[in-house]
């Protein structure tokens, strides 16, 4: 019992549920402090007048508010001023941008004065203006401007003193309490009530997160890899991969990630938060496998051979113990090039180091002998290999009568080629043997069907003439049935393999037109629809909005149907559904039909689109097996494709023929 107890902490569910606790904490931790940064002013601001974005959007209206009352004033003293046309445009575009910026305020107002004529500008309603200077002083975030009096801590307040000197304007100016709803003020002011809230939760969230991430990243660097206590070290799949690659590829999911977030930092700051968080929790459970895949590897001591780079230099250090082990290259290739470098470094020693006498001339032409020898050999080596090479891509290419010229190949490579030239002929003789066996194949079934016909036709002849007599005899009766239903299933049988034969074969004549794919399964199914009805077959037709047209052959796009809905009554579970659905496919129109086997499909789909391979393995149906291979056959005949899928007991079939394309 004791044993079992200190060996759960190694069991999976363990592991599981303190990796999920430990995601969490990485997430908690990281939203926290993104949190923290992203709300950084909001946090840190005992009211929301001290926040940075209210600081700036206030002095932009003020700054808009004073250039307004003091330079612009409005369209016709712009046009008075005297100054160029392109001057005048600009300040005018100038006048409605600060308009239409001061006009989408609701909470922001302001009153400036001309001391001297009494003039004022101000956004206050008719009753605030009585009393404007007292109301704007006793706001918090009230501010007052002339040329004497300034406010150094209020930002841009520079070009605002600049406008006012040497003017007799004074300026008052307030966000007014209480806000309003209706502009970015409000909007503001609620996020930073909401948010200012939070603070109290950061810090407790940060610690607890933090040390639940050491806690739970600590127990599974002691378990990770372990089963049971000192147990051994068991690696999963991931392991398997290169170290190096591993890293690379986290690596490159990192850069990914950081893209990601870089192209969803646009959107709105819940889609963005969604976003952030579900790549960050993809990137903590990539980062977190790889380190406990280096952490299993580490205790296993296999980090280092694991890696790609071990093994490149593994594999080289190999190659040379074989290269001067005289097994990768024949010996005599490697004599010629050490020969050759050996006797090119003393021809052109002796040929640089004598000036004068017959051993210079004759090194000379011995050392250029001996490299157009060697520069001659080597190329008509290269030029065999460039024949050997387009032999080989002849013969890849199905060319198995390509005619090859054998005195073209030097005789180093003679031996080489020989070998492709054996890989010719048996692929030649394999591929006619397989020709011949089917056209035995067809030519037996061909042969075989016909002679059956006629000893059947007559069985069905007399058949006949017995149902007529008055036999008076009950189980004579009996036997008549009998032989009349086997005697049409076994023309049935005949008529099918002969038609599978010729599908199989191509020996049939295809007559493409225009054909209303889902009128065609609808004809189909009436004709059917009591044989569906009587084994409790419940069918679901369905189709895309608009038609699909094929173009196919109309005779055998109708006989490959009628397959399938046979196929479907036959081994189908009685009382389930059955669905027919019909819809585009790129260039296709696909039919698909769906249905649960009545017996266990312990077959695969390749086998059961083969001759006289049924479904049902106990072959207790009236299916002859050849229903799949026709459909298939006349399929692949008319440039369609068929597929068969098997999940469980659900049996698949998917029809693909070339959508009708209209060339007029």
Known sequence: MDTKLKNIKYSLA???????????????????????????????????????EFQWDYAHLVHNAVELATQLKNEDHIKASGQ??????????????????????????????????????????????????????????????????????????RDIQEMLDNTPYEVYAAVVEPLQPGDEFYTDYVTYTKVNALAHYIPPAIIS????????????????????????????????LYTDIHLLLVFIAALFSIMLVREFSYLEDKFFIFTGSAVLAIDAVIGLSFIFSMIRQIKSRQLLKNSMIYQLLTALRNWLKVLFNGKLFK????????????????????????????ARFISAVMLLALNIFVVYFTAKSLFSLSHIMNTTKEISAGNLNHVSDTSKV????????????????????????????????????????????????????YVDLLK????????????????????????????????????????????????????????????????????????????????????????????????????VIKYSLNHSRVYIDIKKSYNYGQLTIKNISAAPLDISPEQLTQRFVRGDT????????????????????QSGEFNIQIDGDLFKTILEIPLWKNTD
């Open 14 to 52: 363990v592991k599981a549920i303190v990796f999920i606790i430990m995601l969490a904490s990485i997430l908690a931790f990281a939203g926290t402090c993104i949190f923290y940064g992203y709300y950084y002013d909001e946090l840190n601001n005992k009211t929301y007048y001290y926040s940075t």
């Open 84 to 157: 160029d046309n392109e001057s005048i445009r600009e300040k005018i575009d100038r006048l409605d941008r600060i308009m239409d910026h001061l006009s989408e305020t609701v909470n922001f107002k302001y009153y400036i004065r001309n001391t001297k004529t009494e003039e004022f500008f101000s956004n206050l309603s008719a009753t605030e203006e009585e009393d404007a200077i007292a109301l704007l002083k006793e706001q918090p975030s009230g501010v007052h401007f002339d040329r004497l009096h300034t406010v150094d801590s209020f930002p841009m307040n």
């Open 209 to 240: 997160s933090l040390l639940l991430l050491t806690l739970s990243f600590t127990y599974l660097c002691i378990v990770s890899g372990r089963k049971e206590k000192n147990g051994e070290i068991q690696l999963t799949f991931i392991d398997r």
């Open 331 to 358: 010996p005599i290739v490697i004599i010629l090039l050490i020969a050759y470098g050996g006797v090119n470094g003393i021809l052109f020693s002796v040929f640089a180091n004598y000036y004068g006498g017959g």
């Open 410 to 461: 030097s005789p180093v490579f003679s031996g080489f080629f020989e070998d492709i030239l054996n890989i010719q002929a048996g692929l030649k003789k394999a591929v006619m043997e397989a020709v011949k066996g089917e056209r035995m194949k067809a030519d037996l079934i061909t042969n075989v069907s016909h002679d059956l016909k006629t000893p059947l036709t007559s069985i069905i002849t």
């Open 468 to 567: 007529k007599e008055d036999l008076n005899n009950e189980k004579a009766d009996e036997f008549v049935g009998v032989l009349e239903e086997k005697s049409s299933r076994l023309k049935q049988l005949i008529e099918d393999l002969v038609e599978a034969s010729k599908a199989s074969s191509g020996n049939l004549r295809v007559e493409p037109e225009k054909i209303d794919l889902h009128e065609l399964v609808l004809q189909a199914y009436g004709e059917y629809e009591e044989k569906f009805h009587s084994v409790g077959l419940n069918v679901r037709i369905s189709e895309c909005e608009e038609r699909v047209f094929i173009y196919a052959d109309g005779k055998y796009m109708w006989r490959i149907v009628e397959n399938l809905m046979s196929n």
């Open 618 to 637: 106990a072959r207790t149906t009236e299916g002859s097996g050849l229903g799949l291979s026709i459909a298939e056959s006349l399929t692949r005949l």
